[in-house]
Nanobody, 125 residues
Framework: QVQLVESGGGLVQAGGSLRLSCAASGRPVSNYAMGWFRQAPGKEREGVSCISSSGHITDYADSVKGRFTISRDNAKNTVYLQMNMLEPEDTAVYYC??????????????????WGQGTQVTVSS
């Protein structure tokens, strides 16, 4: 089993930045693809970004390209999401997830096997 714990959420003004962290425990996730998803009130959970196990492949939703950066530190069993130029539309609960299948990076919700509890990000205008 893999446990994922997100941190780094909070309240920020539009144009500001936050860095989310996702710490994994239970087993190393160095062979897992990792993803960040978000869910705003009344909306479906959407894939924000993913990163392959090696870190060489990343993908982003169009809405965050150029503003968000995903990275991972396999030595620390941790994945990060740097969020810059935040907009009120980015307000959501952000979830970290792990995909056991090696070699892919896809922002498809049902392909992920483990999920964190989420961290709230609120962007004020």
């Amino acid at each position: 089993q893999v446990q994922l714990v997100e941190s780094g959420g909070g309240l920020v003004q539009a144009g500001g930045s936050l860095r989310l962290s996702c710490a994994a425990s239970g087993r190393p996730v160095s062979n897992y693809a990792m993803g960040w998803f978000r869910q705003a009130p009344g909306k479906e959970r959407e894939g924000v970004s993913c990163i392959s196990s090696s870190g060489h492949i990343t993908d982003y939703a169009d809405s965050v390209k150029g503003r968000f950066t995903i990275s991972r530190d396999n030595a620390k069993n941790t994945v990060y999401l740097q969020m810059n130029m935040l907009e009120p539309e980015d307000t959501a609960v952000y979830y970290c997830a792990a995909d056991q299948v090696m070699g892919r990076c896809r922002r498809i919700r049902y392909e992920y096997d483990y999920w964190g509890q989420g961290t709230q990000v609120t962007v004020s205008s």
